[in-house]
């Protein structure tokens, strides 16, 4: 644990160990197998790790925090002008053509009004059978469309999917090293890879699968061999979930938006991703953030911008206190409610006010 001075005295008044004590409680009781809490609040941090997670560098699954990070290391290449928001995905990805899919741009991709789904039709057969993270792109080129683009919000792992892979065809360089160039090494991420990187399995914290995600096989015995803790699923490094990382490291990503330095993206790209791009009348996104996270808020207004996560995760940064929060677990999101990430999360927002 680290723990400066200053804000220990705020603890020992009923401030932030009330987030530390839903984890540690829940740690205890055998509701979640690991959790990591992160909060920084000015140059003050309190950075606690619970059950099988020993030290806060312990190394996560981080789910859909994986989005904004696939979308920071896309908008390297806009800072090169290489393409523009109003650019129809077409334009890089020429068979992405028909049924109105030549007039989804790359903004609608970031903001999730672009009409693609979240997940394929065929996702679980393409996982059973260890498909390549190409034939997802294929199907996502070719998947029909919801709604025309622009018009509702739906949320859409297969858009940021698509954004990635018009990342890879104009850097000419694989995602995960992309990503590692652009995100991970110039703001130190150390303990952060798209996918299972250099770091061995054994070394990852395992999820607990039982009443996870559809898409993840909801714990299902016979999806052993693709769900969260498959090799196969942690070496595919999807962009919109397949990023692992540690609590400080998220932390580290968040920092580079709440006080940009221009070590990965210049200050006004950080800007321009954490501004609200969607129409009144639509919920609230930024590129790749959700906003409003803190405290539960989402798309409800505010400064802050973040994301959670299905593995059980959740990070934000609130410009207003200059805080930033992170709360990474093994349970899934959807096993409990409340879950602890959101319990420990709201008293992190009640004690800095």
Not at 95 to 108: K, L, V
Not at 215 to 233: L, V
Not at 239 to 251: E, L, R
Request: proline share 6%; aromatic share 6%; hydrophobic share 40%.
């Amino acid at each position: 644990m680290v723990l400066g001075a200053p804000l220990l005295a705020a603890v020992k008044t009923g401030g932030l160990e009330a987030a530390a004590d839903v984890l540690a409680g829940a740690a205890a009781s055998g509701q979640i197998h690991a959790a990591s809490l992160y909060v920084r609040r000015g140059e003050r941090v309190l950075a606690r790790s619970f059950g099988a997670a020993k030290t806060s560098d312990s190394i996560f699954l981080l789910a859909s925090i994986s989005k904004p990070i696939s979308v920071a290391a896309l908008m390297r290449l806009y800072e090169k002008g290489e393409f523009g928001l109003d650019d129809a995905i077409r334009k890089f990805i020429p068979e992405f053509s028909g049924d109105g899919r030549e007039r989804i741009t790359m903004r609608q991709a970031l903001t999730h009004v672009s009409g693609l789904p979240d997940q394929l039709p065929q996702n679980a057969k393409l996982r059973a059978r260890h498909a390549p993270l190409s034939e997802f792109v294929a199907g996502a080129i070719r998947t029909p469309l919801l709604f025309a683009p622009g018009k509702l919000y739906s949320y859409s792992s297969m858009a940021i999917l698509l954004a990635s892979e018009v990342a890879q065809r104009i850097s000419g360089t694989s995602f995960p090293a992309l990503v590692d160039e652009t995100v991970y090494r110039p703001l130190g991420m150390k303990h952060s890879a798209m996918g299972q990187g250099r770091f061995k399995l054994e070394s990852l914290m395992d999820c607990q699968v039982e009443r996870a995600a559809p898409e993840s096989g909801s714990g299902d015995p016979t999806t052993k061999t693709w769900d969260w803790n498959s090799p196969y699923w942690r070496k595919l490094g999807v962009p919109w979930g397949g990023a692992h990382g540690s609590a400080p490291d998220v932390a580290r990503f968040l920092g580079g938006f709440l006080h940009p330095a221009g070590k990965a993206l210049k200050p006004e790209t950080v800007r321009l991703m954490i501004a609200n791009h969607n129409t009144p009348g639509l919920r609230r996104r930024g590129l790749g953030f959700d906003l409003g996270v803190r405290a539960n808020q989402s798309g409800r207004g505010g400064k802050n911008f973040g994301h959670t996560g299905s593995t059980g995760t959740l990070c934000w940064a609130d410009p207003a206190s200059d805080t930033i929060c992170v709360v990474l677990t093994t349970l899934p999101a959807r096993a409990v409610s409340p879950h602890p990430r959101d319990l420990a999360s709201d008293r992190v927002a009640e004690a800095v006010g």
